[in-house]
């Protein structure tokens, strides 16, 4: 039995300096679409772990952060007691090696950043994983199938929401999206839809992989 979810949702930003910083297009809609839906399923714990944005659910414990070392924190802190994690948020991979304490000035023709990787919030999930379900999300413009299968295993995932980034499906900050469920079983195809009715089919999965 499912009593508690964890989700993760929007993007998260790394600063550069005190106005820029780096992010992605993620708006947070399927992070809160997916906790709308457990409310209805009777989940009785929701927290909810978001990165800017303006899609916030209500009646869940929300906890906002910014970057991806403060979401990694606050997952772990909770991960231990939780039935099912659903890892919807989109992680920058990486962060600038520096945070310049003053705004950068345009002084020449091109800058350099050094950007050093973040650390994996799913795979350290993976490798902790006891009791949980753990939900990932993947985003892919070339080998889709080849690239999500290696995440698939490699992160010790019970189900990954696969992605395929093109002109035709843009997937991040639109109200529809087209995603396919990767799972122990193999592949399984879903159409262009509303995000809200992605999460509802998302439930559906994820109540079938208890059951067995």
């Excluded at 499912?2 to 929007?10: N, Q």
């Excluded at 093109?166 to 193999?186: C, H, I, P, T």
Aim: hydrophobic share 40%; net charge positive.
């Amino acid at each position: 039995m499912i009593e508690s979810v964890l989700i993760t949702s929007g993007p998260t930003i790394e600063p550069i300096d005190p106005v820029r910083f780096l992010s992605n297009h993620s708006s947070g809609k399927t992070g809160f679409f997916i906790a709308e839906e457990a409310k209805k399923r009777g989940i009785k714990k929701i927290i909810f772990i978001t990165g800017p944005s303006s899609f916030i659910p209500g009646n869940v414990d929300v906890i906002k952060v910014k970057t991806a070392l403060e979401m990694r924190e606050q997952v772990l802190n909770y991960y231990k007691n939780i039935d099912l994690v659903i890892m919807a948020a989109a992680v920058s991979d990486y962060t600038s090696a520096k945070i310049y304490p003053e705004k950068i000035k345009k002084r020449k023709d091109t800058l350099t950043l050094k950007l050093i990787k973040n650390p994996d919030i799913l795979s350290e999930l993976g490798e902790r994983k006891n009791k949980q379900i753990l939900v990932g999300f993947a985003a892919e413009t070339e080998n889709i199938f080849e690239n999500g299968q290696t995440k698939f295993e490699k992160k010790n995932l019970d189900l990954l929401v696969l992605n395929e980034i093109s002109e035709s499906n843009r997937a991040f900050d639109v109200d529809e999206n087209q995603v396919y469920f990767l799972s122990g079983k193999g592949i399984k195809a879903n159409k262009r839809m509303d995000k809200s009715e992605i999460a509802e089919l998302l439930w559906d999965e994820i109540f079938n992989i208890r059951k067995k």
